[in-house]
């Protein structure tokens, strides 16, 4: 079965520096997509940063990128620079399967706190 | 802006009652799948339609169902609202976040927060 796991409910980081959240993904299909998804306190869930299971290069999307460990299963996101801007839910997802379009499953999250 | 838009935005319903959430997408993708998100967790799929059929379900029971239109837009039904069904409902739309290698993934709207009473 497919599952994501996120083992940190909670992170708090200074501004200004980097902070790292946790995720580890469990699935048997050879082709999968991975997500990291921002969910401030309005509710949206706005896209961040995307890795495709053959890619070979990690992901970089400004200050976001992702630590893609294949052999160990995670998916680390690391946002550089934090800014206040950036507290909010993360969540890690992943699509899996090829042919048709798959549904996402996702983690439990981390809340993610920057202070001044 | 994600080009996917969701209404209303807050709904507070009594058990028992029946409830209808929309979703639309600029986009004009011809995948919609729905989302429940529980307080304090991550969202769990419930059903996906393409082409105006459902190709995808969640482990929800069947007083959830769902509608596509020609127009792409799409609906969400809940007959007989239990109380436990109190959650935010997002809907997403495919889109391409690697358009080079043709892999796809999901953007979403700002979703609708139900409370049952």
């Known amino acids: 079965a497919q599952k994501i796991t996120q083992t940190q409910p909670g992170m708090f980081v200074q501004e200004k520096e980097a902070v790292t959240l946790d995720c580890t993904y469990d699935?048997?299909?050879?082709?999968?997509?991975l997500f990291w998804y921002k969910q401030p306190s309005s509710g949206e869930m706005i896209f961040l940063i995307y890795?495709?299971?053959?890619?070979?290069q990690n992901a970089t999307e400004g200050r976001y990128s992702l630590n893609f460990q294949k052999a160990r299963k995670s998916a680390n996101l690391v946002i550089s620079a934090s800014q206040l801007g950036d507290s909010a839910m993360y969540f890690c997802?992943?699509?899996?399967?090829?042919?048709?379009?798959?549904?996402?499953?996702f983690g439990a999250g981390t809340r993610l706190a920057v202070h001044p | 802006e994600t080009g996917v838009t969701q209404s209303p935005t807050h709904l507070i319903k009594t058990r028992g009652q029946q409830v209808t959430l929309r979703c639309s997408s600029q986009s004009g993708h011809n995948t919609v799948s729905w989302y429940q998100q529980a307080l304090g967790q991550g969202p769990q799929f419930i059903f996906q339609?393409?082409?105006?059929?459902?190709?995808g379900r969640g482990n929800f029971p069947p007083r959830f169902s769902g509608l596509q239109f020609p127009n792409y837009s799409s609906e969400l039904n809940v007959n007989a609202l239990e109380l436990d069904d109190s959650a935010l409902y997002l809907c997403?739309?495919?889109?391409?976040?690697?358009?080079?290698?043709?892999?796809?993934?999901?953007?979403f709207g700002s979703g609708t927060r139900l409370t049952v009473v």
């Open positions: 997802a992943m699509r899996g399967g090829s042919g048709g379009y798959n549904k996402l499953i």
């Open positions: 890795q495709g299971s053959y890619d070979q």
């Open positions: 339609y393409y082409r105006e059929e459902e190709n």
């Open positions: 699935t048997s299909d050879p082709s999968y997509g």
């Open positions: 997403a739309s495919i889109f391409s976040p690697a358009r080079d290698r043709g892999d796809y993934g999901y953007t």
